[in-house]
Nanobody
Framework: QVQLVESGGGLVQAGGSLRLSCAASGRSFRSPAKGWFRQAPGKEREFVAA????????YYADSVKGRFTISRDNAKNTVFLQMNSLKPEDTAVYYCARRQQLEPSRRPDDYAYWGQGTQVTVSS
């Protein structure tokens, strides 16, 4: 079984930065694709960013492109989301997810494992 644990969320003023981490543990012999999604109150879960097993391919939602950067450290089984120039509309619970495949996807249904989420609140 694979477990994903997110950390790094918190309260920040608009224009500030946060760095989210997602540590994977459990029985896994590969480094498959991982993604970040978010869900604001009353809204559906939406795609934020995803990264391939090697880190060579990354996808971003248009709303975060140029402000957020996804990266990974396979030796530590950890994926990161650096969030800069944060806006109040970025407020949400952020979830880390892991695919079974090596290539990333923007679709939540393509991810087999999910973390519990970490709250990010951006004040205006």
């Amino acid at each position: 079984q694979v477990q994903l644990v997110e950390s790094g969320g918190g309260l920040v003023q608009a224009g500030g930065s946060l760095r989210l981490s997602c540590a994977a543990s459990g029985r896994s012999f590969r480094s498959p694709a991982k993604g970040w999604f978010r869900q604001a109150p009353g809204k559906e879960r939406e795609f934020v960013a995803a990264i391939s097993w090697s880190g060579g391919t990354t996808y971003y939602a248009d709303s975060v492109k140029g402000r957020f950067t996804i990266s990974r450290d396979n030796a530590k089984n950890t994926v990161f989301l650096q969030m800069n120039s944060l806006k109040p509309e970025d407020t949400a619970v952020y979830y880390c997810a892991r695919r079974q495949q090596l290539e990333p996807s923007r679709r939540p249904d393509d991810y087999a494992y999910w973390g519990q989420g970490t709250q990010v609140t951006v004040s205006s």
